[in-house]
């Protein structure tokens, strides 16, 4: 078998061994002298090789014998006068397998008083830092929740067997004092375009004051995800800066439209807007629904098809809805050219006629205060949650009787009554108490 030429070994420093090259008269690395001769390393050779005799070992005192004296001697004829300090002949006393006083065999010339290597060699102590370096990434890799095995890559897929993994927003739940909300993925969309907003504020007379805000993303529009995050974070922002100063809730929740329409439309104007946006697109787009609740006060404010209900804490007393939907169903109704129930079971019914985003038609905020008589709560949800309960009784017939008390639990109640009933869009609802509790006085 061929090989290919071996290149000329490199000369290397004398004091760290680093290589050098031809010409070099320092070290590069240490900065030794490399013009000074070194001194000759005590040396112990197995044979010898320049014809003298191999010195005696200081430790033992003995002669050594030069192998070259028992060459002579079994060459030289019988009788034959020896070199002195050598046997005579083979069978000569004094002859023997290793010269006597040393560890050098009078027959090969070979050592063998080396001093026996140990069986095991002590390893060096692992770098603390390194171990410290390798839990951090222990700890911070995510597993996969299908497999439990594999590891979580940054595109959100699993490495062992490929599952899609959930995102933060797939499944969010709040719970901020007396008020709660959670939203859900739900069972046939890629992404939750839904998002919500909760807050506690006190008025200028130090009363309680519970906002809440729910937005759901147009899905044909671009970035809908982005478009009720934003919404959602501008308008609940507004409420609980206005609320304190003294602005009526009503007009408040007016500016807190406003300033979530515009929070949407500078959406349109940014870069990841123009990677995304396709000819069939619209600019990001969402609806909008809010609640302000204080202690003798309830106002709510929407555009598009995200709804109020009222559910009264005695179920003796009607429920109801508290907006109207900007939608082609709606308007049929409003019209009179359909009864509801014509108008929802056509598949027109959830086009929107308002929305939140650049190129909606106009921008008309909807506001309505109420004054309930008795303790009860709000339910401001999306489409996903009311196309399972679109009447206010069905609703009602959903919330359970303590949610005043337990909002979070019930928040999750009607979150699990649309994936029961198919999940087919992103589910989000709050639910916010009614009068609103004084300070300290959180859900039990």
């Not at 002859?95 to 002590?122: K, Q, T, W």
């Amino acid at each position: 078998m061929s090989q290919m030429p071996r290149q000329a070994a490199l000369p290397t420093c004398p004091s760290c061994a680093e290589p050098l090259d031809a010409g070099d008269r320092f070290c590069g690395a240490c900065g030794y002298d490399l013009s000074v001769v070194p001194a000759s390393p005590d040396d112990h050779p197995t044979l010898t090789m320049n014809g003298s005799a191999l010195p005696a070992p200081a430790e033992t005192g003995g002669a050594v014998r030069d192998v070259r004296d028992d060459r002579r001697a079994r060459e030289a004829p019988p009788g034959a006068p020896t070199a002195p300090g050598v046997s005579g002949g083979p069978g000569a006393a004094g002859v023997s397998g290793v010269a006597a006083g040393s560890g050098v065999s009078d027959v090969s010339g070979v050592r063998f008083d080396r001093l026996a290597e140990p069986d095991e060699y002590a390893l060096q102590a692992p770098d603390p830092r390194v171990a410290a370096e390798a839990a951090v990434v222990a700890e911070s890799a995510k597993v996969c929740v299908a497999c439990r095995a594999g590891r979580v890559d940054d595109d959100g897929y699993c490495e062992n067997c490929g599952h899609a993994q959930p995102r933060e927003r797939d499944h969010m739940e709040l719970e901020s004092g007396p008020i709660a909300a959670v939203s859900d993925r739900g069972l046939r969309h890629h992404r939750n375009e839904d998002a919500f907003g909760l807050g506690c504020t006190a008025l200028p007379d130090g009363s309680p004051a519970l906002v809440a805000i729910v937005c759901d993303g147009v899905s044909s529009a671009t970035r809908p995800d982005d478009a009720s995050l934003a919404a959602s974070k501008a308008a609940s922002e507004t409420l609980l800066a206005a609320l304190p100063q003294g602005t009526h809730p009503q007009q408040a929740m007016h500016e807190a439209i406003v300033a979530a329409s515009h929070a949407v439309n500078a959406l349109a104007e940014e870069p990841a807007t123009a990677r995304e946006h396709a000819p069939h697109q619209n600019a990001p787009a969402c609806t909008l629904v809010g609640s302000v609740v204080t202690a003798g006060l309830l106002v709510v404010g929407w555009v598009g098809d995200s709804r109020a209900y009222w559910v009264p804490a005695d179920r003796s007393s009607p429920p109801a809805r508290l907006t109207e939907d900007d939608s082609w169903a709606a308007q049929m109704v409003a019209a009179g050219l359909m009864n509801e129930a014509e108008a929802y079971a056509d598949e027109r019914a959830h086009a929107i006629t308002g929305w939140l985003g650049a190129d909606a038609y106009e921008l008309e905020p909807h506001t309505a205060s109420f004054k309930p008589d008795r303790p009860g709560v709000v339910v401001v949800c999306t489409d996903g949650l009311w196309n399972y309960a679109e009447a206010a009784e069905e609703m009602a017939g959903v919330v359970p009787p303590d949610a005043s008390a337990r909002p979070l639990h019930s928040a999750r109640v009607l979150v699990g009554h649309a994936l029961d009933g198919g999940g087919h869009d992103n589910v989000t609802v709050a639910v916010v108490p009614f009068p609103a509790p004084a300070q300290g006085a959180g859900s039990a």
